[in-house]
């Protein structure tokens, strides 16, 4: 069972940065897609961004694009989210996922999510 934890967030102010981890249990981290969502409040949980481990592409919703980069480190088993240019309708619970597909996307293309970290953005 792989397990997934996310550290990183926390509050910040409108404009500014903050990069989340997530480290990956397990031996197959290399052949992992991996994927951050977010949910906020009231709300359904959002693809955020995606890193393919077949093709190394890197793919955003629209919503973060410009914004947000997405990076992985194979030797320490870790996916990253870089944020910046943060704005209030960003604030959500923001969870790593791992897929075994190609470039997965949906929530149900993902098989192990980890516990979610709270980011903040304040106006």
């Known amino acids: 069972q792989v397990q997934l934890v996310e550290s990183g967030g926390g509050l910040v102010q409108a404009g500014g940065s903050l990069r989340l981890s997530c480290v990956a249990s397990?031996?197959?981290?290399?052949?992992?897609?991996m994927g951050w969502f977010r949910q906020a409040p009231g709300q359904e949980r959002e693809f955020v961004a995606g890193?393919?481990?077949?093709?190394?592409?890197?793919y955003y919703a629209d919503s973060v694009k410009g914004r947000f980069a997405i990076s992985r480190d194979n030797a320490k088993n870790t996916v990253y989210l870089q944020m910046n240019s943060l704005k209030p309708e960003d604030t959500a619970v923001y969870y790593c996922?791992?897929?075994?597909?190609?470039?997965?996307?949906?929530?149900?293309?993902?098989?192990?999510w980890g516990q979610g970290t709270q980011v903040t953005v304040s106006s």
């Open positions: 890193i393919s481990w077949y093709t190394g592409s890197r």
């Open positions: 397990g031996r197959t981290f290399s052949r992992s897609s």
């Open positions: 996922a791992r897929s075994t597909m190609y470039t997965p996307r949906a929530t149900a293309d993902f098989g192990s």
